[in-house]
């Protein structure tokens, strides 16, 4: 196989962790919402959370798209 | 095949071009090439960007600030507030250094979603420098704690409460997620912003292949530019919120 091939191949394979990243987020942003509609008036004292907690969660997936990007362009 | 990939490029142009170092001032200094490029030219802005800034605008010291020094106060009182929630009363001379770093490496996401053609660059899109800022605050709050509590720094890895039996399972795994966090605090910020970057000048990309229906890519990068810029912001807060809690670690061992 062309490396060429190969190197498509790898990259879609690597995004794949993804996934991983859009359950994390949703589950973040499901949790703040179910609390926020129980306590709105606790909501807003937990927003700081909720943007660190959305970080730190699409940072997990985005080192997988960092070997994707690795594998295809390097 | 050459003309074949010049016309490639001249419709989708390769994203990872766009983070090329390029040499602005040739200098060198026995022997290490000290070379001014595009990525320091983009600190030295970023920094004289802000200080220019909180210096200017809090001049008229009022008590009761104006516009552009209420600015200044809520991006103070931002960050103080985060240290002090994070570290307690005994962060509060660390505040300098994290407000700082904050600062420097949000000016320094933000020039980066300046699209000045060929010429915009963003240093922590670089592995090298967001490893350096991680490097320097792991070494940091490792010596503090050191500094503070002498050996018993080490207690970290064996937290209270554990059966003894289960030691030498745990200590070698806190050990590893210790050696671990400079290694995830400058991969998170270096994969955020490289990947932003890659991805809008892929959708960029869409553009000019798409031809009439180029339109497409156009509406979808203006969310996804405003995104970007979120994620901007964000990171440089992460990273400070974790420097924090990393530093809170340090000084504050009784938690453990």
Redesign the interface.
Known sequence: METEAARYIGAGLASIALVGAGIGIGNIFGSYLSGALRNPSAAQGQY?NL??G???A??TG??G??MA?IIL?? | MATEQGAKEALMP???HQFEIKRLFNWELWGIDASFTNSALFMVLAVVLSSAFLIFTVRGKNIIPGRLQSTSELLYEFVRN?VRDSTGPKGEKYFPFIFSLFVFILVINMLGMLRLGHYSFTPTSHIIVTFALAALVFVGVTLIGFWKHGIGYLKLFAPSGVPWFMMPIIVPIEIISYISRPV?LS??L???M??GH?LLKVFGGFVGVMGIYGIGPILLMIPFTALEIL?AF??A??FA?LTSIYLNDALNMHDH
């Open positions: 700081t943007l660190l959305f970080a730190l699409e940072a985005l080192f798209l960092v990007f362009f390097v | 390769n994203p990872m985060m995830s991969v998170r270096f994969a955020n490289m990947v890659t994620v964000l990171q807060f992460v919120v």
